[in-house]
């Protein structure tokens, strides 16, 4: 069994022949070689997850080598955002799949688990890939499907907010207000994994320069002119309007039942999509969104760029 420290490069082998080490500085370049480009912006991020085992936060991340060649990668790692699940992610180079490497790489880190004090695991893939069989045939269970769609200009009526009770307003990426919104926002949508975001987390991860938050605009009710209050918000991550899709976090005021919640997405998405193309990413649990994208999708107006599919083996 590797170690639960980072330290030391210790060796496994496995009934292919592969040799098992923790993952050292520089596999990503050699790894790359051997894999290829990513096929789509999950991939690439998926990918990002594999870096040196740590004990805080809590991570373990392995490869299989041949002859000192890696050719296969995992990672299982804790995160503070959503404690109850730890997220688990492996690659094997294309010719070195279906000899059962990955198994072998999920229960050499499952072994780690016990060092942890969370014991269930998710994972996600792409719709219809080998690793969703994979997932299915080690005991994981669907959770969520999550698509990416990218929204047409004009795909949606601009509304009249001259003559509704509504308004359109730019607002500070650093607002109290916003930050707060987005809080709850993203607690409310992940009740299926659940989610401890806070206002700090909401600004450090979603709305900091940093995340590459690059403006937000919100849609305000003005049928109280006193209150004026936001519901619904859209947080760009695209530096410059361009006929390339905008990156988009789109949410709302959890507190708005569903029909008035829908009103406002889609009120927000036909002024935030009146002349450039964006992109959204949609889960099943954000059911507002999603009835509008279903809708536009059956009229062939929005485009899917990617699925995913998340699924979780829990600790009984």
Known sequence: MLPNAPSGQPTLTLDSGLTVRPWAEGDDLKLLEVWGDPENPMHHRDRSLLRPSSNEPWSRCIVAEDNGVPLAAATIFRSALHPDRLSFYAEVAPEYRRRGIAVQLLQILEAEIPNCEVQSLKARCAKGSAAQCFLKDNGFRKVQHSREVIIQPGSLPVPDVE??????????????????????????????????????????????????????????????????????????????????????????????????????????????????????????????????????????????????????????
């Open 163 to 316: 003559n509704l009770a509504i308004d359109l307003e730019e607002i500070a990426t650093g607002s109290v207000e916003l930050t707060q919104l987005v809080t709850d926002f993203y607690n409310a949508v992940h009740g299926w994994d659940r989610a401890e975001m806070t206002i700090g987390r909401a600004q450090q991860m979603l709305l900091a320069p940093e995340s590459g938050a690059t403006g937000a605009v919100v849609l305000r009710s003005t049928a109280d002119e006193q209150k004026k209050p936001i519901l619904a918000f859209a947080i760009s991550y695209t530096p410059e309007r361009t006929e390339d899709p905008a990156d988009v976090l789109l949410g709302w005021d959890p507190q708005l039942g569903q029909e008035q919640a829908e009103y406002a997405v889609r009120q927000l998405l036909g002024l935030v999509a009146a002349r450039y193309p964006v992109s959204v990413e949609v889960d099943d649990s954000m059911v507002p969104l999603k009835r509008v994208t279903d809708e536009l999708a059956a009229d062939d107006e929005v485009e899917v760029d990617f699925e995913a599919l998340i699924y979780a083996r829990d600790a009984s």
